[in-house]
């Protein structure tokens, strides 16, 4: 199981962080991905980590706002979000597998997702 934190509301132009992390499992043997879903709109990748440790991809829309990390000891993946926009809210989900990319269906271990809503 996967378990994200971190989401709420903020004012455009703010900052959150989310966290993932898993049960029984240690994050350093996966690759870490987030993912996102607006009302109305289909899912959309938004940041992965290889599970090298240092292997990264964004999505063009949030390159240079977001950043995804790891740290072991706590056992946590992280996205810190700066520079939210309206257009960033949505539900955002924490996804883990093996392999590592842009798509949905390499990552086997979902988490349940955290509300983010960018709002003045």
């Known amino acids: 199981q996967w378990v994200e934190s971190g989401g709420g509301l903020v004012r455009p132009g703010g900052s959150l962080s989310l966290s993932c992390t898993p049960s029984?499992?240690?994050?350093?043997?996966?690759?870490v991905a987030w993912f996102r879903q607006a009302p109305g709109k289909e899912r959309e990748f938004v940041a992965a980590?290889?599970?090298?440790?240092?292997?990264?991809l964004y999505a063009d829309s949030v390159k240079g706002r977001f950043a995804i990390s790891r740290d072991n000891t706590e056992n946590t993946a992280y996205l810190q979000m700066n520079s939210l926009q309206p257009e960033d809210t949505a539900v955002y989900y924490c996804a883990a597998g093996r392999t590592y990319g842009r798509q949905a269906g390499l990552y086997d271990d979902w988490g349940q997702g955290t509300q983010v809503t960018v709002s003045s």
């Open positions: 980590l290889h599970r090298n440790g240092y292997s990264t």
């Open positions: 029984g499992r240690a994050i350093s043997t996966y690759s």
